[in-house]
C-alpha cells in the first residue's frame, strides 16, 4: 500500500509490495490465464540476527549494470512486532559500505559496533582499523550520504549486542 512504501528503512523493505503487470503478470492455475496480481513478502518472525542486503545495483534501458545511488536513512534501532503480540528491538551492529560511483569502480569498506560495552564503532577498510566517531557514523547513516558511500549491507541484531557476540562465540567453540 501507499502507507507502507512511507515506511522507515527497514520497515519498507519488510513490508513492500510489488504489482505484478505487463511483462511479469502471473500464470493463474484455475484460468491458465496471464493476470494482474500483488505480491507481498510478510515476516513473521525475524531470525535474532538479521541481515539486510540493499539492492544497490539495477539494469538500466541498455542492459548495462548501474549502481544506484539513492541515500537511505539507516536507524541504529527498530522495533518489530512478532506474531505473538510481543515487539523485538533490533540494534545496528555493522555497515558494509561501497565507495565507489559505478559497480565497475569502487571499495568495500565496514563500520562494526563491537560487543564489549563501551568500546564503541571501529571502521576496517583493509589492513587499517580505527575508532569512528558519531560524526562519521552519522554520514553513513543518515539521508545525506555522499553519493559514492553507499551502505550495502547492514546487519542488526535482536537485543543487545553483546548477547549475540556471546551466542556466536559459544556456537563456534561447539
Known amino acids: 500500500?501507499?502507507?507502507?512504501?512511507?515506511?522507515?528503512?527497514?520497515?519498507?523493505?519488510?513490508?513492500?509490495?510489488?504489482?505484478?503487470?505487463?511483462?511479469d503478470k502471473f500464470l493463474c492455475d484455475r484460468c491458465s490465464e496471464l493476470q494482474e496480481a500483488s505480491l507481498r513478502l510478510t515476516?513473521?518472525?525475524?531470525?535474532p540476527l538479521l541481515c539486510l542486503h540493499l539492492k544497490r545495483f539495477s539494469l538500466d534501458s541498455r542492459g548495462c549494470v548501474t549502481k544506484i545511488n539513492e541515500p537511505v536513512?539507516?536507524?541504529?534501532?527498530?522495533?518489530?512486532?512478532?506474531?505473538?503480540?510481543?515487539?523485538?528491538?533490533?540494534?545496528?551492529?555493522?555497515?558494509i559500505i561501497h565507495d565507489g560511483?559505478?559497480?565497475?569502480?569502487?571499495?568495500?569498506?565496514?563500520l562494526v559496533r563491537l560487543p564489549e560495552p563501551g568500546s564503541g564503532w571501529f571502521s576496517f577498510d583493509d589492513d587499517y582499523v580505527r575508532p569512528v566517531g558519531s560524526a562519521q557514523?552519522?554520514?553513513?547513516?543518515?539521508?545525506?550520504?555522499?553519493?559514492?558511500?553507499?551502505?550495502y549491507v547492514v546487519l542488526y541484531s535482536a537485543g543487545p549486542a553483546e548477547a549475540c557476540a556471546a551466542a556466536a562465540a559459544g556456537s563456534q567453540s561447539t
Open 73 to 95: 536513512q539507516i536507524p541504529a534501532e527498530f522495533r518489530h512486532s512478532e506474531p505473538d503480540g510481543t515487539e523485538r528491538r533490533y540494534e545496528l551492529y555493522a555497515v
Open 43 to 47: 515476516y513473521g518472525c525475524l531470525p
Open 1 to 23: 500500500s501507499d502507507a507502507d512504501s512511507e515506511l522507515p528503512f527497514p520497515h519498507c523493505a519488510l513490508r513492500e509490495e510489488e504489482r505484478l503487470t505487463g511483462d
Open 101 to 110: 560511483l559505478t559497480i565497475s569502480s569502487g571499495h568495500y569498506t565496514s
Open 137 to 151: 557514523l552519522d554520514m553513513v547513516l543518515s539521508p545525506s550520504q555522499t553519493a559514492s558511500k553507499t551502505p
